[in-house]
Each structure stands twice: as C-alpha cells, then as structure tokens.
T-cell receptor
Framework: DQQVKQNSPSLSVQEGRISILNCDYTNSMFDYFLWYKKYPAEGPTFLISISSIKDKNEDGRFTVFLYKSAKHLSLHIVPSQPGDSAVYFCAATLNYGGSQGNLIFGKGTKLSVKP | DAGITQSPRHKVTETGTPVTLRCHQTENHRYMYWYRQDPGHGLRLIHYSYGVKDTDKGEVSDGYSVSRSKTEDFLLTLESATSSQTSVYFC???????????FGPGTRLLVL
C-alpha cells in the first residue's frame, strides 16, 4: 500500500502565478518530508524539506506547508517560472529503528509552467 | 554538486546476462542507496548500505545484489538480467547527520 501519495500526475500553471503541489501520507511516524525536482535525463535534485514538528518551511520562492492532522503537505512555488517545469517528487523518511533514514517516494507530479 | 558519479550511464544488455552498475562518491558519506525509477512508480529503493560491508534490502530487492568494499563505491549487480529490470537506476548518498539524500545522474538500462 502506498504510504506517500501524489494524486495529481500533472499540473499546468501560467508563468508568474502560484504553483501548488500536493502530497498525502499515511504513516503518522514519518519525521521528515522532502521535495525533489527532476528534469529529464538527470537525477532528482533536493529542493526543500520540513520536519514533522514544524508546519512551514520557506526557501526563496519555495514554501512547504505541513498539515499533520490531515496527513497532508503542499509545496508552493511563487512566482512560477518556465524553468520550474519538471517532475516534483514528495518523499518521507523515518529516522529511527532499522529504517536507516530510507526515503519513501510518491509517484511524482509533472509541473508545466507556460510563458 | 554532491560528488556522485554513476557508470555506465547507458547500457543495453540481453536477458540472462549479468550486469554491474557502479556508484562512486567523493564525499566520504556513510549511507549509500540504489533506487530504480519506472513510469507510474516514482522511485523505489532496491538496496542500501550503512557502511563498508554493511548492506540491507529495500522495497524491490529481488533479482539484485549489492556490495560495498570501500566507502566510496557501491555496486549493484543484476545476476541474470530480465526485461522487467529495464529501468533508470539512481544512486544516492546521505551523510551521518540529516535526512537529505543526494542523487547521482542515473544509469539507463535496457534489457532485451
């Protein structure tokens, strides 16, 4: 059963507007959530993370919001730029026991930012 | 740049042949991971290592083995490649502290 879900396979946004990418999870024991961006033929690139004890983390144009009671997080990109067009993966990790900090990924959302 | 290289970057092989993919890091990080990426599945963990000679299975380990004889190298072996192992393989590293993994450029493998 999928523990990290990205229910929107794709999203199209106009340049300059806000992009909102969503992610849901089922395991309340996850202690960190991460977002990665992936361009074709390249490896995933780390974008931003948030601890489970926080509800918001901001880095430049990127902000991640965590809604623990709903087991939901979202990534906001403001303003969106054509260079943001990529596949975005949500991931979660457990940093205790035998998990060794392994990441569990969602299936990704393809963002297209149109000029 | 996380200092990770993968080789080869592309490979075409035939069913039943052994294949070894190499991940090399220059960061001296303790943790190394192998993932595969397939359409509709995101990235899935194959095997990981938490030190020299210390490895463990991930979510999709069947048909794969790994070895880590040096801190900087993590090898993924397909003992007898099958068409279902056609995929893009990514290596990742993580330091002793922190949750962030950093990924290599990937190896595109086609098994005919």
């Amino acid at each position: 059963d999928q523990q990290v879900k990205q229910n929107s396979p794709s999203l199209s946004v106009q340049e300059g507007r806000i992009s909102i990418l969503n992610c849901d999870y089922t395991n309340s024991m996850f202690d960190y959530f991460l977002w990665y961006k992936k361009y074709p033929a390249e490896g995933p690139t780390f974008l931003i993370s948030i601890s489970s004890i926080k509800d918001k983390n901001e880095d430049g144009r990127f902000t991640v919001f965590l809604y623990k009671s709903a087991k939901h997080l979202s990534l906001h990109i403001v303003p969106s730029q054509p260079g943001d067009s990529a596949v975005y993966f949500c991931a979660a990790t457990l940093n205790y026991g035998g998990s060794q900090g392994n990441l569990i990924f969602g299936k990704g959302t393809k963002l297209s930012v149109k000029p | 740049d996380a200092g990770i290289t993968q080789s080869p970057r592309h490979k075409v092989t035939e069913t039943g042949t052994p294949v070894t993919l190499r991940c090399h890091q220059t960061e001296n990080h303790r943790y190394m991971y192998w993932y595969r990426q397939d359409p509709g599945h995101g990235l899935r963990l194959i095997h990981y290592s938490y030190g020299v000679k210390d490895t463990d299975k991930g979510e999709v380990s069947d048909g794969y083995s790994v070895s880590r004889s040096k801190t900087e190298d993590f090898l993924l072996t397909l003992e007898s490649a099958t068409s279902s192992q056609t995929s893009v393989y990514f290596c990742a590293i993580r330091g002793n502290r922190g949750e962030t993994q950093y990924f290599g450029p990937g190896t595109r493998l086609l098994v005919l």
